[in-house]
């Protein structure tokens, strides 16, 4: 007798979301967000559109006491630098200036933004591998930290020196070792081939700067605390090494950014929030080795922390809307938003927390989210698992706030306002959405291109 031959049916991988389990498995999103900072996200779509950025003040507040703490609890001297690239929306900004933070700027345009919010050129630190002269020229004339990239840049200070009569403040950024690759070498001058110890030496001799620090930023999105001993151990080695042959004390010693976020990078096994480090596992490893270093204990440098990323995430959320649900080819539910690539820059890197914005049933799915660009790319997640949502429903991304507000584009769509909710619980608009207007300002067409009417 002939057996019936079973059918094939292909295996299923299903990948594991690490998160809380309830009766219905374990899920990453089980709570729907219909509030941010007790504003109904619905009232803020009415009141301001979708997608809408909304920052919340309370949490920036929050975020940077903790880090302050950590830090000022094991070390005497400690200043934070706010890392305007990471997101220099002025209100932004204002609120890490009243906390005590300087500013950290990275081009002319950010160092304008910085004088312009009214940061005292003495409390900005201008970093970045191209400055034009007039650009130093300005920094120097305002007493800012001027931080060296390559020897090209020492030339043209000691030039600018001599030509203007003034003693530019200067540190030196390295770059080195510290167990995290590929080497971030394109910046600063290397430790250890020597390169670092060569420019500290060639600024001492010419006696026409002033060299009050030396400064690194290892990477960013860094998840091990041990790379940053390794780096303040590496500085704090170059300071002694200036103590000894030129008895010079540095004021300050920068260990930069990169501190991670609870963000979950794209192919992580676990959630952000459970391998990020705290502030206090990166205050530890930085202080301590400063403070073990042979550094005498009367003359330790001021610790300058520029970090950026850690400390506004959190603070960052991206309301959208469903625009429509469709099936693909292959049978996959598809959702779109109304969020680009565009706007959410990040979802390259981060599987970025999605949570609907009103009550859903306990059923989930797998769906393909896609932005509203007639553009390939324009995916924000691949495969999410996500109750089902329909057309008009909200859906809020969390831990947004760095670095997509800078490096959003203008790109088929315009850019939508930012709101920002105050500590008091008031909503305000600190960028507005853009206009066509706006964009068509800044254009002209030659005389002979006007279409006839
Ligand atoms: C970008 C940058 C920072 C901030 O880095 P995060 O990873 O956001 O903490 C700090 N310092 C320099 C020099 C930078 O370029």
């Not at 509030?35 to 109904?40: E, G, K, R």
């Not at 890490?96 to 990275?106: D, L, N």
């Amino acid at each position: 007798m002939k057996t019936k031959k079973l059918t094939f049916e292909r295996p299923i991988i299903r990948k594991i979301s690490i998160g809380i389990s309830s009766k219905f498995g374990t899920k990453t999103e089980f709570e729907p967000i219909t509030h941010i900072d007790n504003i109904p996200v619905k009232e803020l779509v009415r009141e301001y559109g979708s997608p809408l950025f909304v920052i919340s003040e309370k949490t920036i507040r929050e975020t940077f006491a903790e880090a302050k703490r950590a830090f000022e609890t094991r070390y005497p001297k400690v200043q934070f630098a706010w890392s305007y690239k990471t997101n220099y929306l002025n209100a932004v900004c204002n609120i890490f200036h009243q906390e005590g933070s300087w500013a950290e700027v990275v081009s002319g345009f950010e160092y304008e933004k910085a004088i312009l919010n009214g940061v005292p050129g003495n409390k900005i630190i201008f970093n970045g591998p191209y400055k034009s002269e007039s650009d130093l020229i300005t920094a120097i004339d305002n007493g800012s930290y001027i931080h060296i990239d390559h020897f090209d840049e020492l030339f043209t200070l000691l030039e600018i020196a001599d030509k203007h009569k003034k003693k530019p403040k200067v540190a030196i950024r390295v770059n080195m070792d510290t167990g995290i690759y590929p080497i971030w070498d394109r910046f600063g001058f290397n430790y250890e081939n020597g390169e670092a110890w060569e420019a500290l030496n060639r600024i001492m001799l010419s006696k026409k700067l002033s060299l009050v620090g030396i400064h690194t930023h290892i990477g960013t999105f860094i998840l091990s605390p041990s790379a940053y001993a390794i780096a303040a151990s590496k500085l704090a080695d170059l300071a002694v090494s200036l103590k000894r042959k030129f008895n010079h004390s540095i004021g300050y010693i920068d260990i930069g950014g990169g501190f991670s976020s609870k963000n979950t990078l794209k192919g992580s096994y676990l959630t952000g929030t459970d391998v990020s480090p705290s502030f206090d596992d990166f205050a530890e490893a930085i202080t301590s080795a400063l403070i073990n270093s042979q550094i005498e204990p009367s003359n330790l440098p001021v610790l300058i922390l520029e970090t950026g990323r850690a400390l506004i995430d959190d603070a960052g959320s991206l309301i959208g809307t469903v625009v429509a649900n469709k099936k693909l080819s292959d049978g996959r539910n598809a959702t779109i938003l109304d969020i680009g690539v565009n706007i959410l820059f990040t979802s390259f890197w981060y599987e970025h927390k999605i949570t609907p914005a009103q009550d859903f049933s306990h059923h989930y799915e797998n769906t393909v989210l896609y932005g509203p660009l007639c553009m390939n790319i324009d995916q924000l997640r691949e495969s999410v698992s996500l109750p089902p949502l329909k057309k008009g429903d909200n859906v809020v991304i969390s831990r947004i706030g760095a670095y997509n507000m800078t490096q959003w584009m203008q790109f088929i769509t315009l850019r939508p306002r930012v709101v920002l909710i105050s500590t008091k619980g008031d909503v305000y608009v600190i960028r507005q959405s853009e206009t066509t207007k706006m964009i068509n300002s800044i254009e002209s067409v030659p005389e002979h291109l006007k279409l006839k009417k």
